[in-house]
């Protein structure tokens, strides 16, 4: 399993704006974050959001994108078009629904998936929504501080 991208965004663009247009803020590749346990990713939109919040940190699956991109001839896009925290390739992230894991030294706890909304079809294209039923990441909390990098190692 290995990092291939890491996300944070200052502010919300889609979360809390049912039936108005959404936001405008940007969303930023870093090199590495660091995980605060119990708080979330510093410098992110839900940094800090709420008591206990299960969607501290969120991952996304490589494999999920890249086939996502097949699919919908999608091209060259941003991985952080998804508004998902980390990029993940080599893992089944629906098996760490309900476990605790860890990567690069980080505990994290598995809430749920983080079920992609009808915004999937305005950030992405018409039909993402659908097609990523089942498959729109993992939500987690996040048990131990720690930074996560990205992998610069193809091993």
Not at 45 to 51: A, Q, V
Not at 123 to 140: D, F, H, K, S, T
């Amino acid at each position: 399993m290995r990092i291939e991208s890491l996300f944070i965004s200052p502010g919300h663009n889609f979360f809390g704006h049912y039936g108005k247009p959404p936001g405008e803020h940007p969303i930023l590749a870093e090199q590495e974050v660091e995980c605060v346990a119990g708080a979330g990713i510093r410098h992110d939109r839900f940094f800090n959001y709420k008591p206990d919040y299960h969607g501290q940190i969120t991952f996304f699956s490589a494999e999920v994108f890249d086939a996502l991109r097949r699919h919908f001839a999608l091209g060259e896009i941003s991985p952080g078009l998804l508004r998902r925290n980390v990029l993940l390739r080599g893992v089944e992230l629906n098996d760490w629904i309900g476990q605790e894991f860890d990567i690069q030294g980080v505990r994290f706890l598995g809430t749920g998936e983080a079920k992609p909304c009808f915004w999937m079809n305005q950030a992405l294209c018409e039909g993402a929504e659908e097609w990523l039923r089942g498959q729109g990441g993992l939500r987690a909390k996040i048990l131990s501080s720690g930074t996560l990098t990205v992998d610069r190692n193809d091993a």
